[in-house]
């Protein structure tokens, strides 16, 4: 299983920047997705959680209504588009792929509380540094 994160970089204030993470080793359209982020010296924190049709996405508080993750199956790609980024959005950014196939392994509202570790898998992540 690989996951390989990429886009980030340095990015202004109130400014967009789009993720990808290219996945490989498994079949990719039967397992939910995520997005985590680690700030420096923070928690790991849940972002987003995606289906295996790419249909339906759930989001943390502090990115609900700015970022929007989505799929394409037929490429094994996941991507989250970042708009409106605001510096406490610096962290680096992990694509990660769900324990279990085909459901997720958690209730939505027990995603925030969801450990790196515990997740099928994950890449080596993506910094975005939101600064002026």
């Known amino acids: 299983v690989q996951l390989q994160a990429s886009g980030g970089g340095l990015v202004q204030p109130g400014g967009s920047v789009r993720l990808s993470c290219a996945a490989s080793?498994?079949?990719?359209?039967?397992?939910?997705m995520y997005w985590v982020r680690q700030a420096p010296g923070k928690e790991v924190e849940w972002v987003s959680a995606t289906n295996t049709g790419g249909g339906r996405s759930y989001y943390g508080d502090s990115v609900k209504g700015r970022f929007t993750a989505s799929r394409d199956n037929a490429r094994n790609m996941l991507y989250l588009q970042m708009n409106s980024v605001k510096p406490e959005d610096t962290a680096l950014y992990y694509c990660?792929?769900?324990?279990?196939?085909?459901?997720?392994?958690?209730?939505?509202?027990?995603?925030?509380?969801?450990?790196?570790?515990?997740?099928?898998?994950w890449g080596q992540g993506t910094l975005v540094t939101v600064s002026s």
């Open positions: 080793g498994f079949k990719f359209d039967t397992y939910w």
């Open positions: 990660a792929r769900d324990p279990g196939a085909y459901a997720s392994s958690w209730a939505t509202d027990s995603m925030p509380r969801v450990r790196l570790h515990e997740y099928g898998a």
